[in-house]
Nanobody
Framework: EVQLVESGGGLVQAGGSLRLSCAASGFTFDDTAIGWFRQAPGKEREGLSCISYGLSSTYYADSVKGRFTISSDSAKNTMYLQMNSLKPEDTAVYYC?????????????????????WGQGTQVTVSS
């Protein structure tokens, strides 16, 4: 059974950092891509970042480029999203998602409908 479990969200002041974790089970990153998304109240789900199958390439949306970084720990089958220089507008529920079938990240924000499995989300709140 494929499962994704996010953790690491919380309350942080503007300019601070958080690291989100996405623990995966039922698959490995060898043939599965991982995307990070967020959804603020009243807004559509926004694609932030993607790492292709085999950890072969990454993509970052302009809104987070230079501030957010994807990394992985294959031994733990866990993906991370390091978030630095956080801003109040980063406040949202953050999700990781998996796209199976040797998915390669496009050079555009990851489209949610191309992802097969989703975690439960973790709340990130950035105070000003």
């Amino acid at each position: 059974e494929v499962q994704l479990v996010e953790s690491g969200g919380g309350l942080v002041q503007a300019g601070g950092s958080l690291r989100l974790s996405c623990a995966a089970s039922g698959f490995t990153f060898d043939d599965t891509a991982i995307g990070w998304f967020r959804q603020a109240p009243g807004k559509e789900r926004e694609g932030l970042s993607c790492i292709s199958y085999g950890l072969s390439s990454t993509y970052y949306a302009d809104s987070v480029k230079g501030r957010f970084t994807i990394s992985s720990d294959s031994a733990k089958n866990t993906m991370y999203l390091q978030m630095n220089s956080l801003k109040p507008e980063d406040t949202a529920v953050y999700y990781c998602a998996a796209a199976s079938g040797w998915y390669t990240c496009p050079d555009t924000p990851p489209p949610p409908d191309e992802y097969d499995y989703w975690g439960q989300g973790t709340q990130v709140t950035v105070s000003s």
